[in-house]
């Protein structure tokens, strides 16, 4: 028998055992070391806010159409961070150029559950690299949201770039464009985030909750504004005031998960009098001006090269490893306490 971890309903969380599947051709059994929380996407399933859970996805038409006013519970094995280890192979594949071994680690998605059995297509040279701490490996998809983002913005050598969230993914996306060349002012509302914002290489600070993130990139740009912004909180204040912090001209990247209505989103000033530029970075893909260089793969990659070369360090962003059997306690502290928390990650390890 495994687990997995279900929400029950809003807010409720259980961990149910489930039975081991059968191994058919083609695929690869892996019991899970690690899975990491998204403070973004999961919460909303958590708290009964994600679309999906009311509304219907045509995806012919790529539409979001009526469905019920009930949110859909349960829902199963949530969760696109996850590592483990390769205990079976099926016979028609074993040894295929690409396909992992058996012992071999590998990072890839199959949601918060001990045992999975996966399409070795899928798992096709997910092997972590050697000498990389496995936790790294579960930052693999979140820091692909973060380098999308970044990519969108087009950040150039010598710009300026606000970042608007310095939760987990605000933090690598601000390392990476620090990477790019940019000087990053990092905007939260938690100090300790803009602390380690600071340590990922953010040029200022802001707390957004005592300053206006909009003036303080006016000041230290000498009066032009940012040439770019990243609005990764979610938040639609967040995203206003983005907006309000670039340039004319200027690029703002709406990579937040957004919730409800727009408050507090007013178009008719800043946005309409400087000609801000508004994108939208969502993981299904890169930019579709990149589409020909850049896909979801090569993102995935890049940013394991990067955490493998020392580039960023994902694994101090983890602040709590928590044991499965405790996973409602983990979803209640992002959800109730999150200037406690950073990544949380499920430690299957000690189960």
């Not at 403070?39 to 994600?50: F, P, Q």
């Not at 608007?164 to 990092?186: D, K, N, P, W, Y």
Request: proline share 5%; glycine share 10%.
């Amino acid at each position: 028998m495994g687990t997995v971890v279900r929400f029950a309903g809003a807010r409720r969380v259980e961990v149910v055992e489930i039975a081991e599947e059968p191994l058919p051709p083609g695929a690869l059994r892996v019991r899970t070391l690690y899975s990491g929380i998204s403070a973004g996407t999961e919460l909303t399933a958590y708290r009964g806010t994600n679309p999906y859970l009311t509304r219907t996805w045509d995806d012919r038409r790529r539409l979001f159409v009526a469905g019920t006013d009930e949110p859909r519970y349960p829902l199963s094995g949530w969760g696109y961070s996850e590592v483990g280890m390769v205990t079976e192979v099926a016979p028609d594949v074993a040894g295929e150029p690409g396909v992992p071994a058996e012992g071999d680690l590998v990072w890839g998605i199959w949601g918060h559950r001990s045992e999975a059995v996966v399409p070795a297509s899928i798992l096709d040279d997910h092997v972590v690299p050697p000498g990389l701490d496995p936790l790294a490996a579960t930052f693999t998809r979140v820091g692909s949201v973060a380098l999308n983002a970044v990519l969108a913005a087009e950040v150039h050598l010598g710009e300026t770039a606000t970042v608007f969230g310095q939760g987990v993914i605000g933090l690598l996306a601000t390392r990476l464009a620090t990477l790019s060349g940019a000087r990053v002012l990092a905007g939260d509302a938690i100090a300790a985030r803009l602390d380690k914002a600071t340590e990922f290489g953010a040029a200022t600070t802001v707390d957004v909750t005592t300053d206006s993130a909009a003036e303080v990139a006016r000041s230290f740009t000498s009066g032009r504004g940012a040439d770019v912004a990243i609005e990764l909180s979610g938040n639609s204040h967040a995203l206003h005031e983005a907006i309000r912090s670039v340039c004319v001209g200027g690029r703002v990247v709406a990579a937040g998960f957004y919730q409800g209505d727009a408050v507090g989103l007013r178009l008719g000033e800043e946005f309409h009098h400087n000609r801000v530029e508004l994108v939208c970075s969502q993981i299904g893909g890169p930019p579709a001006r990149l589409a020909g260089r850049w896909d979801q793969d090569r993102m995935n990659r890049t940013f394991l090269r990067l955490a493998a070369e020392g580039a960023v360090d994902p694994v101090g962003l983890v602040t709590h490893r928590v044991r499965v059997a405790d996973a409602a306690a983990a979803y209640e502290l992002i959800d109730e306490r999150p200037a406690e928390a950073l990544q949380v990650v499920l430690d299957y390890t000690e189960d």
